[in-house]
Structures are given as C-alpha cells and as structure tokens.
T-cell receptor, first 112, second 113 residues
Framework: DQQVKQNSPSLSVQEGRISILNCDYT??????FLWYKKYPAEGPTFLIS?????DKNEDGRFTVFLNKSAKHLSLHIVPSQPGDSAVYFC???????????FGSGTKLNVKP | KAGVTQTPRYLIKTRGQQVTLSCSPI?????VSWYQQTPGQGLQFLFE???????NKGNFPGRFSGRQFSNSRSEMNVSTLELGDSALYLC????????????FGSGTQLSVL
C-alpha cells in the first residue's frame, strides 16, 4: 500500500518560471517530511524538510508547503533553472524514526 | 569529507545465488539505512541500523538481511536471488536515527538473470 503518492510522473517548466511538485499521503501519523532530488546514476540528495508543526519552510529558491488537513505536501522552486532538471521524491516518517516512506518521484524538466 | 560509499557499483547474478552489498557511511554517522528502488517505484525501506542494532525493518522477506559493524560500516545480504530482486539498492547514513536527513550513496545496481 503506497502511503506516499506523487501522482504526476513528469513536469515540464520554462526556465525562470515556478515549478510546483505535489505529494499526497494517507497516513495522518506522518510528522516529518522531506524532499530529495535525484540525478541519473547518483543517489538522492536532500533538498528541504518540514515538521508537522509547521506549514511552510523556505530555503533559498525552494519552499515546501504542508497542508495537514488535506494530507498534501508541495515543493515550489522559484525561479526554475535548467540545473533543477532531475527526479524529485517526497518522503515521510512517523514518530521521529528514520524509516521513510517515499513517493514514486516526479521527473522535472526545466527548458532553457 | 567523503560521502557514503557503496560497493560494488554494478553486480550481475543468476537466480538462486546470494549477494552481499557493502556500505561505508560518512565519517561520524552511526545510522545506516538501506532502500530498494525498482523502475517506476519509489524507494522502499529495507532496514535501518544504529550502533550495530537493527532498529527498523521494512516489509521484505527474510531473504533480505543486514548487519552493521562497530565502525558503522554496513552490509546487506540477499539469499536465493529472484528475478524481482533486480533493483538499485541504496544505502543512506545519518548522524542519529531520529528525524535526520539521510545522505545517500550512489547505489549498487543489481541485475538478476
């Protein structure tokens, strides 16, 4: 049973515009969320995280929004750059444990 | 600071064989987790070790096992390989086992023929 879902397998955005990647989850016990970026032939790299006590967290061009009532998470990248082209995974965990449930990923293509 | 190192990078085995994958975490990191990634799927949690003890285990059959050594290095073993075990196996380390961002290695690509 997929507890974390990324329903858009791919997203294409023009350079300089906003990229919005979405993630839905079913387990209301999830209390810690992360986004990772993955380039081909490399392991995922950490982007940004958010705890369930917050509804927004920013780090430079990256902002993560959490809507607990909707069980929805989104990552905003502004402005998008060609180097942002990669697969993005959201992940969630419960109770402070490092057992993370990952979505299936969204492939972002930023066109120059 | 060296990153997470996984060896080997690629591996080809046949059904029924067993395989051992190795992971060296970032220096000072004591928690090591293993994930399986198959095409079109997200990462599936296998297990996590901290201070040589398995703290969490995912929903995988007993053919999948692991261990952690006193220097935090970890190995995972898959016995009686099946075609469906073909996947990218990723190791991740973190300083502590709670609410920590994970640092991933580049993975071991296992192909079972």
């Amino acid at each position: 049973d997929q507890q974390v879902k990324q329903n858009s397998p791919s997203l294409s955005v023009q350079e300089g515009r906003i990229s919005i990647l979405n993630c839905d989850y079913t387990n209301s016990m999830f209390d810690y969320f992360l986004w990772y970026k993955k380039y081909p032939a490399e392991g995922p790299t950490f982007l940004i995280s958010i705890s369930s006590i917050k509804d927004k967290n920013e780090d430079g061009r990256f902002t993560v929004f959490l809507n607990k009532s909707a069980k929805h998470l989104s990552l905003h990248i502004v402005p998008s750059q060609p180097g942002d082209s990669a697969v993005y995974f959201c992940a969630a965990s419960v109770g402070g444990f490092n057992k993370f449930y990952f979505g299936s990923g969204t492939k972002l293509n930023v066109k120059p | 600071k060296a990153g997470v190192t996984q060896t080997p990078r690629y591996l080809i085995k046949t059904r029924g064989q067993q395989v051992t994958l190795s992971c060296s975490p970032i220096s000072g990191h004591r928690s090591v987790s293993w994930y399986q990634q198959t095409p079109g799927q997200g990462l599936q949690f296998l297990f996590e070790y901290f201070s040589e003890t398995q703290r969490n285990k995912g929903n995988f059959p007993g053919r999948f096992s692991g261990r952690q050594f006193s220097n935090s290095r970890s190995e995972m073993n898959v016995s009686t390989l099946e075609l469906g075990d073909s996947a990218l196996y990723l190791c991740a380390s973190s300083v502590a086992p709670t609410n920590e961002k994970l640092f991933f290695g580049s993975g071991t690509q296992l192909s079972v023929l």
